[in-house]
């Protein structure tokens, strides 16, 4: 069966800018969760949605939001974009089960802000 | 908060070397502990779970076992080869979340010669 798929793959945006990014979990999953990978600060947890609503969440600032649809795909939007922001983003699905629920992650989306 | 330390990188290794990559957690519950792999330009995949003390995961040759008594979760194999070339993460999430939420290690890059 089909993967996670993220979109788009790369993604050059400017300072002060909008970005919204894309993930189709794996059919019949229904949390999806978001992080953020860089080499200064690894892969830290961004938030994590499960039937629509979101169920945890990190320690980002408000700029950083998502949402998920009725079919389990997800977005996630960065209002005014800073520098620091350029990152691969990774999302992850599930089944959705708590606790050790193996998650498979996207190639993710890289995000460069200059 | 809970965490999870990994030995640094990078750890360079000849074909047929022992491979060991150190990891230690604290956790605030009962944690599930994973060892993820992320080849160049690719997400993460699980290489292997523990879910309970003195479990021990396994795949593809490598071999981890969740010691709570020294809150260890250390990565092994025996006899490694160029493909095994990687970053390797050490995770947990807690078994009482109704969520998913991974929280991660800085990665060890491991690079295997021929």
């Known amino acids: 069966k089909a993967g996670v798929t993220q979109t788009p793959r790369y993604l050059i945006k400017t300072r002060g800018q909008q970005v919204t990014l894309s993930c189709s979990p794996i059919?019949?999953?229904?949390?999806v969760s978001w992080y953020q990978q860089t080499p200064g600060q690894g892969l830290q947890f961004l938030f994590e949605?499960?039937?629509?609503?979101?169920?945890n969440k990190g320690n980002f600032p408000g700029r950083f939001s998502g949402r998920q649809f009725s079919n389990s795909r997800s977005e996630m939007n960065v209002s005014t974009l800073e520098l620091g922001d350029s990152a691969l983003y990774l999302c992850?699905?599930?089944?959705?089960?708590?606790?050790?629920?193996?998650?498979?992650f996207g190639q993710g989306t890289r995000l460069t802000v200059v | 908060g809970d965490s999870v330390t990994q030995m640094e990188g990078p750890v360079t290794l000849s074909e047929e070397a022992f491979l060991t990559i150190n990891c230690t957690y604290t956790?605030?519950?009962?944690?599930?502990l994973f060892w993820y792999v992320q080849y160049p330009g690719e997400g993460l995949q699980l290489l292997l779970k523990?879910?309970?003390?003195?479990d021990k995961g396994s795949n593809k040759g490598f071999e981890a076992t969740y010691r709570k008594e020294t809150t260890s979760f250390h990565l092994e194999k025996g006899s490694v080869q160029v493909s095994d070339s990687a970053v390797y993460f050490c995770?947990?999430?807690?078994?009482?979340?109704?969520?998913?939420?991974?929280?991660f290690g800085g990665g060890t890059r491991v690079l295997v010669k021929p």
């Open positions: 992850a699905s599930s089944l959705g089960q708590a606790g050790d629920t193996e998650a498979f």
């Open positions: 059919s019949g999953h229904r949390s």
């Open positions: 949605y499960f039937s629509e609503t979101q169920r």
């Open positions: 956790a605030t519950g009962y944690p599930s």
């Open positions: 523990a879910t309970k003390a003195d």
């Open positions: 995770a947990l999430t807690l078994q009482r979340d109704a969520g998913n939420k991974l929280t």
